[in-house]
Structure formats: C-alpha cells, structure tokens
C-alpha cells in the first residue's frame, strides 16, 4: 500500500503570509494527487487535482506543485478563511489520504 | 447541479447493524465511481473502497473487507453502506464522494456527501 506522510502537521502563520505544506507518497505515483480543504463540521473540499491543476470555482491563492513522491501546496497570500485541515489523496493505486496539516492564524 | 445526499446520523449498540444511503442527483448516476470515506472524530480521513456503480461490483480497502458492504439501488440513484456487527471504533462520520471524470474508478473526488455520523455506544 501506498503510504502518504503530510508535515507539518499544525502551521501557525499570520494573514498575508505565504504558506507551504508538504506531502509525500512512499513511492512514485506520478502526478496522481489531490489536495483537500476541510473545515470543521463540513466535508473536504477539492481544490487541486493531478498535482498542480486548479479546481473550478477555486481562489488562485492556491497552488500545487510536484510529481513522483513529493508535492507542495502554497497558499500565496493567506486569509482568515483559509483556516482548516489540508490533505493530499494519491489516487495512482486504490486511494489512500494523508494524517493532514492544520492550518491556524497566528 | 450535483448533490450527494446521506442519510441522517445513526446510534447504535454494540454488535447491531447499520446501513447509510447516498443519493445522487443531477448526474448519470451509472456513468461515475462511487467512493466511501470514513472519519473518526478528531482523526483523518481514511478510504474505505469504491463501487462500480454500472455493474455493482464493489472493491474494499484491506482495514474494510468482512463487516462492510456496498451496494446499489440503481433505480434510485443511490449507493449504500452497511456495517454489521458495530465496534467502538466504527464510531465516525462516513462520506460517499464521486470521482471527477466519467468511467474513471480512481481519480479526486469532486463532490462528496454532507457526511453521515454514526455513533456506537453501549
């Protein structure tokens, strides 16, 4: 089974701020991941696919980068709304989610 | 536009059953893969497997064969999901979600559920 490893797992930044996530599979799977928001109470939300591709309807403040085992999603200037769990999807064999980064406001 | 509607929360006693629907809208039902999510409070998410939604084959993740079952009423566009002989630890929230693209079984998913909690205790 494929493995995903999210870090950091807690991310303190302040308003306006660029902020990284990372995740990484425990092997190649290509450019076959996702990045999901989630805020409490409510299911996740898709906001990049295959990688880097933007999901209609979501802020260009996001972005994802990578291929292979390690992907990045950058939030470019961050707002207050932006606060909430992340987590990446590899779909390259079956489908297995990372533990999550959650993002406050410092 | 396409929603995926569950069923409303569920208490439970150890070792009873319990089923949660998905209905789907706005869509070919039959034209896209329908995945089942489970999150524990406070945890992850964690994939359960997926329905072939054209031929009803359903395919389980390891941690989910024996007291999982997917199924289908076609008819009505919705994809279902027992759990028999409930845990302690089958405590969650359990979200259907559909791929992206059409006749693709592993993909993003780009509508879920609103989720569904079940809540096992004695």
């Known amino acids: 089974d494929i493995q995903m490893t999210q870090s950091p797992s807690l991310l303190s930044a302040s308003v306006g701020d660029r902020v990284t996530l990372n995740c990484k599979a425990s092997q190649n799977i290509y450019k076959n991941l996702a990045w999901y928001q989630q805020k409490l109470g409510e299911a996740p939300k898709l906001l990049i696919y295959?990688?880097?591709s933007l999901q209609t309807g979501i802020p260009s403040r996001f972005s994802g980068s990578g291929s292979g085992t390690d992907f990045t999603l950058t939030i470019s200037s961050l707002q207050p709304e932006d606060v909430a769990t992340y987590f990446c999807q590899q779909y390259y064999s079956g489908s297995t989610f990372g533990a999550g980064t959650k993002l406050e406001l410092k | 536009q396409i929603q995926l509607v569950q069923s409303g929360p569920e208490l439970k006693k150890p070792g009873e059953s319990v089923k949660i629907s998905c209905k789907a809208s706005?869509?070919?039902?039959?034209?896209?893969?329908m995945h089942w999510v489970k999150q524990a409070p406070g945890k992850g998410l964690k994939w359960m497997g997926w329905?072939?939604?054209?031929?009803?084959?359903?395919t389980y993740a390891d941690d989910f064969k024996g007291r999982f079952v997917f199924s289908l009423e076609a008819s009505a566009s919705t994809a279902n999901l027992q759990i028999s002989n409930l845990k302690n630890e089958d405590t969650a929230t359990y979200f259907c979600?559909?791929?992206?693209?059409?006749?693709?079984?592993?993909?993003?998913?780009?509508?879920w559920g609103q989720g569904t909690l079940v809540t096992v205790s004695s």
């Open positions: 979600a559909r791929v992206c693209t059409i006749y693709v079984y592993y993909g993003p998913f780009a509508y």
């Open positions: 706005g869509y070919t039902f039959t034209d896209y893969a």
């Open positions: 329905i072939n939604t054209y031929t009803g084959k359903p």
């Open positions: 295959n990688a880097n």
